[in-house]
């Protein structure tokens, strides 16, 4: 079984009820993070995972809203684990070099700490950085990590994952809209995760800024349709641009239920998601 955490379901927009693009896929006693948003570690902790369980990070793209607190994350490992506990990071290429900034802009601070604490004394936060494009993952844990190139541009490279344990099978679409490379990955899946924005309401507002982002992003609608083609049995649905109130998104839903035969999900940060392994079925 796989379980999907909705961590943050915002967007770049500040919200006081939903942190930044978060998800969590976890399964076999590992703890996967796809992308790293506004107030990850906060959602972790309501989640009851330790930054110290995290198997990987995975960043689906370098959009700031989806790893913004990547180096709380990074942070928060070195100084909560109390021996060397190498931090893996998974993202397209260009992710080492996000991260070797990230890792300098903490500069002062990582000075600090190893001066006060002798038990740090073994140096930076350590991290290891995998770029990834196309194929399997070898993270050498239980589940099995493949990734497929997204279609977010100009945004590019962008990477789309596949979480597979004991016949259980989760993608976690990103930002994209409807591509070959996320149909590949999502074949035979039970479950997708994608993000989504309401291309309809955006587009009554006056600003360009706002309507540039229909280019790039599904709707319910296209990630419905991506749902559909694939045969997945669950869609679920984060990333809400404009954001959903607390409890609500039912016309989101439905927006979804039009194009696609399968369970929708969508809620509140936290909210769940449990994938058991079925027979694979065909796609539609
Ligand atoms: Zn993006
Ligand atoms: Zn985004």
Known sequence: MLTITLLGTGSPIPDPHRAGPATLISGAGEHYLVDAGRGVMMRLAAAGVGVGDLTAVLLTHLHSDHLTDLNDVITSRWVMTFEPSPLTIVGPVGTREVVDHIVAALGPDIGYRIDHHDDLAYGFPPVSVIEVDDGAIDLGGAVEVACAPTDHRPVHPTVGFRFDQAGASVVTAGDTVPCDGLDRLCAGAQALVHTVIRKDVIGTIPLERMKDIR?????????????????????????????????????????AAAHFDGAIELGDDLHRVEVHATAVSGAR
């Open 215 to 255: 280019d790039y992003h599904s709707s319910p609608e296209e990630a419905a349709r991506t749902a559909q083609r694939a045969g997945v049995a669950t869609l679920v649905m984060t990333h809400y641009v404009p954001a959903i109130p607390p409890g609500g998104g039912e016309d989101w839903k439905a927006l």
